[in-house]
């Protein structure tokens, strides 16, 4: 039998950049050499690279390039992922069919422990380097910095392992100092005790953002924002048991974990200058993430997955979902229908998030209907600093096309980094624990809440919704706005397995697609805030009309995709042909400027049916351990719950 080893083939990777610059991609694409951990950890350089290896792990196809930032998030109430199909490792993981023996989960099982494995070199390493002790004040307060960046790193690939799996093992050390590499799992409780403890020293050994030069690495406000997070999942629910059905449990103590996230957002609150809120909703994708900017002045992006140029360190985000671009790209993410219903007129995020067009040409030339939506946030038409946008030549009036050529369709890799944790997120686990623990909202999580709801929309205090005094009510807010704001972000579903309502959004959500199709209402969410009375009616628009020639945003800044759109989509088709402005303002034409937004023959049965089309609750809230990792180790056993 094949030993299950978490060992990578070596114990220290060196890079080819051995320094991590305070520029935009530090991580080089292929090792260089493997050399013995006394050469790897002699100097602060070769350190630096090891250090490098252990972020490495996040990034590529089976990190957060793709499969744990998009792939394993979908189907939630706001995506249905994978595309319209059941017959890949990719369809299995979105519409919950998978078994064991997916070919995906075991590649991103055993590169989060090769990542494991070479945080626990850095770990055990850097703090036994003479320059630890005894270095000038600058090596030490590097060393020190990567010692907390590698406990960060560390943590988060447990935190995913877990959320993901389960109950897995916890390798801590080396695994040249581990005799018995057939590891049995680990109570979740257990691990998530650890790695709380591992942050709490993280943000004591590392800088605030504002203190360094300003990167990708991992800072105090990082290992903050991540502890915060990781305890709202310590003390929220998840699938336990070893039966054929488990049973979605938390701890009786879970309020201790919601006081550990509450204060570790009050401090971050507290330091406004180091993070805050970006200004815009739109100008954080489009002039910062899309544009390929390491970090934002305002300090929003806490956390996120440094992405390169390179096999294993890049990212397919914005390729496989997002804007299509003459007819390339786009569809992996399917934003549903009743989501872009969730949104109310007045919220700017709804045209971030959402895109329901394409650009034909280089200008916004075709809508899409309701069946045909996707997500935003990632997109072809904003990226820039490369831009992968494929020009044709042509000119919008007097703008010139100015984006550079690409072979379009060849394109998967963008080099889009991956945002982790956001203030927004911050602001919004501060107002939730808050809720928790008094038991109704306080003012301060009131503000928080609103903070975000105010950005949302546009900064007009007349358009925020009042907040419920009481503590389901604020509760159900939340989950409505960390809906709307966190969409397309890999979020939702891990969220909603946290509060126990997964299995609940899951049925609702399909039973509103099941009356859209039948050209009826839809009903509002029993499980969060409801969305505005006007979305919650039969008389939304059957068809849809679009301008001929509204230019591509790139080469027209002024101009906002959802412009294209001659109607709301909160009103009945009127019925006579509107005219158009930007072609002389002559008739649009019927046959090709007019969609069928809502109609039988796209929100189908089949389309229905597609999503969530395996979910079995007390088995789907958790992946099953990979069959070939079982195989290597029988003491991985029992599987999880239901497979």
């Not at 989960?105 to 422990?113: C, H, L, P, S």
């Not at 695994?175 to 403890?197: C, G, Q």
Request: hydrophobic share 35%; net charge neutral; proline share 6%.
């Amino acid at each position: 039998m094949k030993r299950f080893d978490f060992r990578t083939t070596t114990l220290a990777v060196l890079f080819c950049a051995a320094v991590l610059p305070a520029c935009k991609k530090y991580l080089s694409t292929e090792p260089l050499s493997t050399i013995d951990p006394s050469v790897a950890f002699s100097n602060l350089p070769n350190a630096k690279a090891a250090l490098n290896g252990a972020y490495l792990s996040l990034a590529g196809d089976y990190g957060y390039g793709i499969r744990a930032s998009y792939y394993y998030a979908y189907d939630d109430d706001a995506i249905m992922g994978g595309g319209s199909s059941l017959s890949s490792a990719r369809h299995e993981e979105a519409h919950y069919t998978l078994g064991a023996g997916n070919t995906d989960i075991v590649n991103t099982f055993n590169q989060f422990y090769k990542g494991i494995e070479a945080a626990n070199n850095c770990i055990y390493y850097i703090p036994r380097m003479p320059q630890f002790a005894s270095g000038t004040g600058a090596d030490q307060n590097e060393l020190r910095r990567m010692l907390g960046e590698a406990l960060t790193i560390r943590a988060q690939y447990f935190f995913e392992l877990v959320r993901i799996w389960g109950d897995v093992p916890e390798p801590r050390v080396p695994s040249s100092f581990v005799n018995d590499l057939f590891l049995k799992r680990t109570n979740r409780d257990s691990i998530y005790k650890h790695i709380l403890s591992d942050l709490a020293e993280a943000k004591t050994l590392m800088p605030w953002l504002n203190q360094v030069s300003r990167d990708e690495r991992f800072t105090k406000g990082t290992a903050m924002a991540l502890r915060a997070k990781v305890a709202l999942f310590a003390g929220g629910y998840s699938l336990r048991g070893t039966d054929a059905v488990g049973q979605m449990q938390r701890p009786a103590n879970y309020l201790d974990d919601y006081k550990i996230a509450r204060d570790e957002c009050a401090e971050l609150m507290q330091n406004r200058g180091v993070h805050n809120l970006y200004p815009t909703f739109k100008g954080l994708w489009k002039d910062v993430v899309d544009a390929h900017k390491a970090v934002d002045p305002q300090g929003e992006l806490i956390m996120q997955v440094a992405m390169a140029n390179g096999t294993n360190s890049d990212s397919k985000i914005g390729a496989q979902n997002g804007t299509k671009i003459n007819g390339v790209g786009g569809s992996l993410g399917n934003v549903l229908p009743t989501y872009f219903y969730q949104f109310d007129s007045t919220d700017i995020r709804r045209d971030v998030t959402v895109v329901p067009f394409e650009v034909v040409r280089d200008v916004y030339g075709r809508g899409h209907a309701s069946n045909s939506i996707y997500d935003g946030k990632f997109r072809r038409d904003w990226i820039t600093s490369p831009s992968y946008y494929m020009s044709n030549g042509q000119t919008s009036g007097s703008n010139p096309v100015t984006l550079t050529p690409a072979s379009n369709s060849s394109i998967q890799n963008f080099q889009l980094n991956w945002p982790l944790i956001r203030f927004s997120d911050v602001l919004l686990m501060f107002a939730e624990a808050e809720n928790e623990i008094n038991n109704g909202p306080t003012a301060d999580a009131i503000a928080a809440w609103k903070e975000v709801s105010l950005r949302g929309h546009n900064g007009d205090a007349s358009l925020v919704p009042a907040a419920p005094g009481d503590k389901n009510g604020f509760f159900k807010l939340l989950v409505r706005e960390r809906h709307l704001e966190f969409g397309g972000e890999g979020i939702r579903k891990f969220d909603l397995i946290r509060w126990n309502l997964l299995s609940t959004a899951l049925t609702e959500t399909k039973a509103n697609l099941q009356k859209f199709a039948a050209g009826t209402a839809m009903a509002a969410p029993s499980y969060m805030a409801a969305p505005p009375d006007y979305t919650l009616t039969a008389n939304l628009p059957k068809q849809m009309w679009f301008y001929q020639n509204m230019p591509a945003e790139n080469n027209v800044p002024t101009q906002a995709g959802s412009q294209i759109w001659v109607y709301s989509f909160y009103m009945p088709t009127p019925s006579s042909t509107p005219k158009d402005p930007t072609n002389g303002n002559n008739s649009i034409s019927s046959s090709s400027n007019r969609i069928n937004w809502f109609a039988s023959t796209n929100i189908t049965t089949t389309y229905v049916n597609y999503y969530a089309y395996g979910f079995v609750s007390g088995k789907s809230e958790l992946y099953p351990i990979p069959q070939a990792s079982i195989d290597a180790n029988a003491n991985l056993r029992p599987q999880n719950p239901g497979y």
